[in-house]
């Protein structure tokens, strides 16, 4: 098998990245000229010492690394856990060796992908060994465990040589995944998906578990290796000699101490705190915010300031904000198996009515983003090839304020000789209680109104809005206003792939809302996934996303920025690729 | 009185039981979050989500469901454990119930003073301007809801955020067992904005009942006796009107044991109302169950001790 050795530093971004966006194609969605946007290079030096609060409003959506899937927990796992690669705080698209000595050695034909590890990273107490590839390798077969529950590995760690056998108990371990010596992993794979397998490695997924201390936590159902885990990286969530976290208390507090073992010259981070607190439970962001604004040492966690409070720091204090582009995106999604939306000419109408300003506005108006028009969000690899900010060229996305006669121009074609929805039918409409989300219902649900349709809005918490409606196509829900999608990594196929890939509609948690299901689509896609090379998966996906855009089956209305904010003795550091606070750099003054 | 007491216990036991069948019941027949998928994250595959939902047992009829979780609490006392961060739930409640009991006691204490303080004064006074006044704000605490009273106090009073920065806010609640003077400074504001509607609320009906009882025969005859008015009113008059307020303190204490859930989410506490609230927007069954019979549980007792406590305040009460 003919191997693509990457040794220069350059080659080994695009490698990992999987997008052409490292050499700057992604200019058009640059938003340093806006009020607070991060600049292109932050400082990151830094005092050592003292203690930074992160303020929040939830929990982590897992303690665990291996299960971890959220912004707000990679702030945690970064700072405490060393996957093969991971993101400096500058550069959201090229991941950088991190537990790995180098780039992910990818074959030719993209099915054999092999990584060198360090062999002087030591976890935390009591485990005080140096990780090894086996520990990689047991983090990875973990979290195929349903007691662990991770929600991503199939996706990109499926075809994985033996996973299905151990999946299935037939196996005790995944037989595709080599550790020739304690310093190599290779995983070997049944297609050619090694392009993304590499850049899934940049996830905390890969961060190495010691199996002789985890696998007794991990026979526990659910696994109780998170409230028992060990670290790798610069910080520890605080524990007793025996490894049982006292730092952490659900929905109330995470306490970040520094890791004894980390050795400094083993890695890029700085680490220049001492102690990290998350104190959760901050239900009321607007107190919250204020609180961070007037306060000392403090940051947000997994809330951004509320509108009103968001254009009061622009207007007095726009140096405690920090946007960045988040990397997602939110659309309104149409069923298009079921009527009036199976009809390709009435989801064009629909998306050339949209008032998507009106909707952009209900989350703060144009500081929060661009307007999307199509389905990769900036600073992502494919955005630019796609059509960047401009969008695609499709006329019933070209009106951000919406366009009627358009929009009955379409109805015509559609079926529909007055230009108006006749049908009497009300169209089930599932949206999110209290908040932003269900001003964006509302809104949404005016826009259709005014092709005549009957929208019939059911508003639910965000949970039930997914698990018991959007996600399950057997709940015939017609309008999905509330959705959106955020990347994986920096590769497009992590925006496109789940939420319009015919293959990916399911019973239970299913993402791809408008279940999409067009051939030709579903085949490009298959073809891309085995794409190699960061500039030609670009071009495979961003034609892919033109193909998805001008089926219409969902309206694009925002790629979302992330807005945080810090006290002023803070020198906050955004890690770009998360769009939160890299707990790791950000030091106070 | 044993024997009443124990014909309690029964019931209690009876009601304990039923509360946590009608909240299964009701887990189950409204649209609620579903447990599996939410555990399984954004892009699990479906013999995932499948086989998580065989591990929490959620494929087996909802009885069965039902008296697993039964067996496993009266036998283990075991909660079970929590869908969303694999912790017990027993250890998640046991952690947050210091912060409820504080929160509630000191409230509690705060409100008996005031509402009685007040509710006396306003009785032996009827019809002054001090009876007015006290009366008026009273009706103004009762319809100041705690959410809007306890934001209006963070940003009046708060340490950080307030314009007379002169109490701890949000945020701040610290445990008694790590810093008893942190602990008090931080629930100073919560209880005085707990305390409002429940003192306005026990000194208007205190001031009602205390006015009506010191309008009878008996207390007519006290004062003819001679007694001091002092005497007269704590020992012959309050004792009498006093049964409601304590009726209605026994259900409130017991309700705020159970979770105060607007003052802890205003202040940031970290009670038992912030994890029932949480548990219902995660679809968590198990924290949703423990929490709901805590709070039963709570209710239940602390009417009991009402009802025995009346046999002592009252003489004419007895028991059969």
New interface residues.
Partial sequence: MKSIRVCSAALLALMLSLTVAACGSSSSSNTSTKVGAVPAEQSLTGKTGGNLTV?AS??V????PG?A?YQFTFMVTTATQRALYSFGPDDAVNAVPDLATQAPDVSSDGKTVTVKIKSNVKFSPPVNRAATSADVKYAIERAFL??V????A??YF?DIIGVKEF?DGKATEISGIDTPNSTTIVFNLNRGTGGVVAGALALPISAPVPKEYAAKFDAK????Y??NQVATGPYMIEADSKGALTGY????KINLVRNPNWDRATDFRKAYLDTINI?E????TT??S??IL??NGQVNGDFGPPPPVLKQIVNTTPDQLALTPSGGLRYVSLNTTLAPFNNLNVRKAVLAVFDREAMRATRGGPLLGPIANHFIPPAMGGFDEAGGLTGTGVDFLKYPKGNLALAKEYMKKGGFPSGMYTGSQQLLMVGTSGGAAQKSSEVAAAQLEKLGFKPKLRL?????M????C?VPKAKVVICPNVGWLKDFADPQTILD?TFNGKNI????N?NWPQLNVASVNSAMDSAEVVVGASARNKAWAAIDRQITAQAPAIPWIWDDTANIRSTNVAGVINKFNSNWDLSFTSLK | MIRYILRRLLWVVFLLFAVSFITFVIFYLL????P??????????????A??R???GLDQPWYVQYGRYMKNLIFHFDFG??Y????PVRQ?IF??LPASISLAAGAAFLWLVVGIGVGIIAAVRPRTKLDRASMGLALVGISAPVYWLG?VA?YLFSS??GLIPILP???SYVPLSEDPFSWFTSLIMPWCVLAVSFAAFYSRLLRGNLTEVLNEDYIRTARAKGLSERRVVFRHGLRSAITPIVTIFGLDLGILLGGAILTE??F?I?GIG??SY?SI???DLPVIQGTVLLGAFFIVFANLFVDIFYAFLDPRVRYE
């Fill in positions: 303020v939830s929990d959506d897992y303690i665990d299960a899937y349903p007691t529950a991770n929600g991503y199939g996706a499926g999946q159902n659910p696994s109780t998170g409230v208390e659900p929905g109330k104190e439970g901050n239900d009321d107190v919250a204020r609180q007037s306060g639910v918490t965000q949970d039930s997914y698990t018991k409606f996600n789940p399911v019973d239970v948690n993402s | 649209p609620s979050a579903d599996a998928a939410l555990r399984a994250g954004r892009q699990p595959n479906p013999a995932l989500v086989s998580i065989h591990q929490l454990f929590s969303q961060n694999g912790v998640l952690s947050r934001l963070l950080d955020i806010g949000a945020n989410t205003v940031n970290p912030r994890l949480s927007v995660r679809s």
